[in-house]
């Protein structure tokens, strides 16, 4: 059962209107509330309730490793399930940026990763001819 389905459950058990479900998902997905506490459109007692389950925040996450160059910014970064994110952001003096984030899943028989690429120049500083 995924952590918002349980999230549901734990609103539904403490016998709570549904609407509170929907207030929780708005509270994460469209204002970026990410501590429990701070949700303050929800109850009290469900807050409290939400810490006791699920910790201090709705996604644990902590760096483990950082690594710097002149054009590199490397970050990995470990979930609570242990599945590994990791950022790499490399800027080149030509104006390129590129940024990197790898997504492994060491916690499935089969490895797998995920890949996703951002290239961006800088905009120019003197007007084009």
Same mark, same amino acid.
């Given at each position: 059962?995924?952590?918002?389905?349980?999230?549901?459950?734990?609103?539904?058990?403490?016998?709570?209107?549904?609407?509170?479900?929907?207030?929780?998902?708005?509270?994460?997905?469209l204002?970026?509330?990410?501590r429990f506490e701070?949700?303050?459109? /929800?109850?009290?007692?469900l !807050?409290?309730k939400? *810490?006791?389950? #699920?910790?201090?925040?709705v996604?644990?996450?902590?760096? =483990? +490793?950082?690594?710097?160059?002149?054009?590199?910014?490397?970050?990995?970064?470990? /979930?609570?399930?242990?599945? !590994?994110?990791?950022? *790499?952001?490399? #800027?080149?003096?030509?104006?390129?940026?590129?940024?990197? =984030? +790898?997504?492994?899943e060491?916690?499935?028989?089969?490895?797998?990763?995920?890949?996703?690429?951002?290239?961006?120049?800088?905009?120019?500083?003197?007007?084009?001819?």
């Open positions: 059962m995924s952590k918002y389905k349980k999230m549901k459950q734990l609103i539904a058990d403490m016998r709570l209107p549904e609407y509170r479900y929907k207030q929780l998902l708005d509270a994460v997905f204002q970026g509330i990410m701070d949700m303050k459109l /929800l109850p009290k007692t !807050r409290e939400l *810490v006791e389950q #699920f910790g201090e925040t996604v644990e996450i902590k760096a =483990i +490793h950082h690594e710097k160059s002149m054009q590199t910014d490397k970050v990995l970064f470990e /979930l609570s399930d242990g599945n !590994r994110v990791e950022t *790499v952001g490399l #800027f080149y003096k030509e104006g390129w940026n590129l940024s990197l =984030i +790898h997504i492994s060491p916690t499935r028989q089969a490895e797998i990763s995920y890949a996703v690429f951002c290239l961006k120049k800088k905009k120019s500083q003197s007007p084009r001819d």
